[in-house]
């Protein structure tokens, strides 16, 4: 079974300073998905950026980047320049290997200071 | 489409009682998933459906636990003799398709068992 791992309970960033947030998985397949999903305070869940296992170049969305790597089965997700809107928790969440439904960590509560 | 909705919101039921949660996933999707989550934790998948079909179940839906999509559209999720153990946010998503495509959440409906 796959497993995902989130190291950091809480981190917390000055405004418009940068954060990297950790996440680790386990697997034995060799075509997933990785995702990062951010959820506001009492507001949906909405993803952040995905990566493709099979890609090895970094996905990027305008300030959010990640750091695959996928030998070290380690998925960090960097926030550059952070907003107070950025502040919510974060999980990492792992796809694919014949299942559909993610498998989820249990979160980084991400606080930003102004 | 304003995206995935939940209905309830919140529910308070009593131990032993039946409650049923309903998800309208955004309409040209055609999976639809539940996931559990408790405080402190990331998302927990339970069942998965493709159209009517529910394809995947998770070790965690146990038989108090029946999840139903009649004609590929809404969904309902039903709990019988709720036990205190059960109180949590159930989340709604749904996605065009597999574990590559992301998965639009619904608010959530939460859920306490006194």
């Known amino acids: 079974a796959q497993t995902v791992t989130q190291s950091q309970p809480e981190m917390s960033v000055q405004e418009a300073e940068t954060v990297t947030l950790s996440c680790t998985y386990d697997?034995?397949?060799?075509?997933?998905?990785l995702f990062w999903y951010k959820q506001p305070p009492s507001r949906q869940m909405i993803l952040v950026i995905r990566?493709?296992?099979?890609?090895?170049q970094n996905a990027t969305e305008n300030r959010f980047s990640v750091n695959f790597q996928k030998a070290a089965k380690s998925f960090s997700l960097k926030i550059s320049d952070s907003q107070l809107g950025d502040a919510a928790m974060y999980f990492c969440?792992?796809?694919?290997?014949?299942?559909?439904?993610?498998?989820f960590g249990k979160g980084t509560h991400l606080i930003i200071q102004p | 489409d304003t995206g995935v909705s939940q209905d309830p919101r919140h529910k308070i039921t009593k131990r032993g009682q039946n409650v049923t949660f309903r998800c309208d996933p955004i309409s040209e999707h055609n999976r639809l998933y539940w996931y559990r989550q408790t405080l402190g934790q990331g998302p927990e998948f339970l069942t998965y459906f493709q159209n009517e079909a529910q394809l995947e179940k998770s070790r965690l839906l146990s038989d108090r636990f029946s999840a139903e999509r009649p004609k590929g559209s809404f969904s309902t999720l039903e709990i019988q003799r709720t036990e205190q153990g059960d109180s949590a946010m159930y989340l709604c998503?749904?996605?065009?398709?597999?574990?590559?495509?992301?998965?639009?959440f619904g608010p959530g409906t939460r859920l306490t068992v006194t």
């Open positions: 998503a749904s996605s065009f398709g597999g574990a590559s495509y992301e998965q639009y």
């Open positions: 697997t034995s397949e060799s075509d997933y998905y």
């Open positions: 969440a792992y796809g694919g290997g014949g299942a559909d439904g993610l498998t």
């Open positions: 990566q493709e296992a099979y890609k090895q």
